[in-house]
């Protein structure tokens, strides 16, 4: 997994997020409150402008991150296999650092945004929370593919247990140790909804069946 810097896909994240909540986050402000400058008529240039004035700071900050995958991203794909019994280390994920904080992630094509404000870990945490989220939908596609071909990844009863099992496994004791942090659900929507599946996990089921319950919980037929 590597991080690079990608000025063109920043300009298509303002037009998808500028005015997005989504499950209690508000995307749009986040932009906002970061660029307060930026609008639909001005934002190629505004865009243009900060990654040419911030080039030594993003530079600075692609370098750390991709240094700090590198000494945690073997912990982690263990992990990974601790936890789906496969190994997915020779996946071909890969991040781009982002002058936005929506950390958005596509599952088509195993690719993710970091915001480059974070601090290190905080940007490998992303990195590691969105690789998450593309090994559950791969296993999803692979072990229960009826269920991956009738629901959505970025909204409806699967994504939200997307979410939900990402703050789970990622406060389980091997990836705090890799992590060095909690891991705290996103969307403030979800909450009630992560407490129920917690239970769910709770009793010791094989994966197939745990998302399969989890699922009927969520409103999934």
């Not at 499950?23 to 934002?43: E, L």
Request: overall charge negative; charged content about 30%; proline content about 3%.
């Amino acid at each position: 997994m590597k991080i690079e810097l990608n000025k063109q896909l920043d300009k298509e994240i303002y037009l998808d997020f500028k005015d997005l909540v989504m499950a209690g986050a508000d995307f749009g402000g986040k932009i906002r409150k970061d660029h307060p400058g930026i609008n639909q008529d001005n934002y190629r240039k505004y865009i243009d402008d900060f990654y040419f004035t911030n080039e030594k700071e993003l530079s600075e900050k692609l370098e750390q991150i991709n240094k700090i995958l590198v000494e945690k991203q073997d912990m982690f794909w263990l992990a990974v296999k601790n936890i789906f019994g496969e190994d997915l280390s020779e996946k071909n994920y890969k991040g781009y650092l982002s002058i936005f904080n929506c950390n958005p992630r596509w599952t088509e094509s195993g690719t993710f945004q970091v915001y480059y404000k974070k601090d290190g870990l905080d940007m490998l945490e992303v990195a590691f929370h969105e690789s998450l989220h593309f090994a559950f939908f791969d296993f999803c596609n692979a072990k229960l593919p009826e269920i991956a071909k009738k629901y959505r990844v970025n909204s409806g009863p699967l994504w939200e247990l997307s979410e939900i099992f990402n703050v789970i496994i990622l406060n389980q004791p091997e990836f705090i140790e890799i992590t060095e942090r909690e891991e705290k659900l996103f969307y403030p929507a979800l909450a009630d909804k992560l407490e129920k599946i917690k239970l769910i996990w709770a009793k010791k089921l094989d994966m197939k069946k745990f998302i399969e319950e989890s699922l009927l919980f969520l409103g999934a037929k």
